[in-house]
């Protein structure tokens, strides 16, 4: 297995922040890693979507896991590996959020190609994440 997590706290409220991430079809608008999206239905189990990085083919996914307001789900199936994306939010007392991405690699070939691909994947995820909260913020 190979494992990458990235938090940032922001003052927004969970139900800020869950509104842009509900929105599949607008991630594109605030995810610069995102140059296209293709939806196949709503942020729910089962949902697939095509996503495609700037200057590279699409990427086919799937979403996994979704509770309603606090986190979600998604995955690239690669055969001999499997590429899931947590997203989480974690109400803190003072009223903001811990927003969480973890990404990890499983299956037979994840410790080879985690180590080389993953990076690539998750070396966005700083920004991603200050984009969002500077949404949510208004």
């Known amino acids: 297995m190979w494992e990458y997590e990235h938090a940032i706290e922001t003052r927004a409220t969970p139900p800020a922040l869950w509104r842009f991430w509900s929105d599949i079809a607008g991630w ?3 995810n610069e890693g995102i140059e296209k999206i293709e939806v196949d ?3 729910e189990p ?3 979507f095509r996503m495609t990085p700037p200057g590279e083919e699409p990427v086919e996914m799937r ?3 979704v ?3 606090l986190s979600f789900v998604d995955e690239m199936d690669a055969g001999d590996f499997v590429v899931r994306t947590v997203h989480r ?3 803190l007392p003072d009223g903001g959020t811990r927003i969480v991405y973890r990404t990890e690699f499983v ?3 994840a410790d080879r190609i985690g180590p080389q691909l993953g990076p690539q994947i998750t070396a966005d995820f700083p920004d991603v994440l200050a984009a969002l909260v500077r ?4």
């Open 63 to 65: 979403i996994a896991e």
């Open 41 to 43: 239905g709503p942020l």
């Open 107 to 109: 299956g037979p070939a």
């Open 135 to 138: 949404l949510a913020q208004g």
């Open 46 to 48: 089962g949902t697939t």
């Open 89 to 91: 939010l974690e109400p």
């Open 67 to 69: 509770v309603p307001g």
């Open 28 to 30: 594109p608008a605030w």
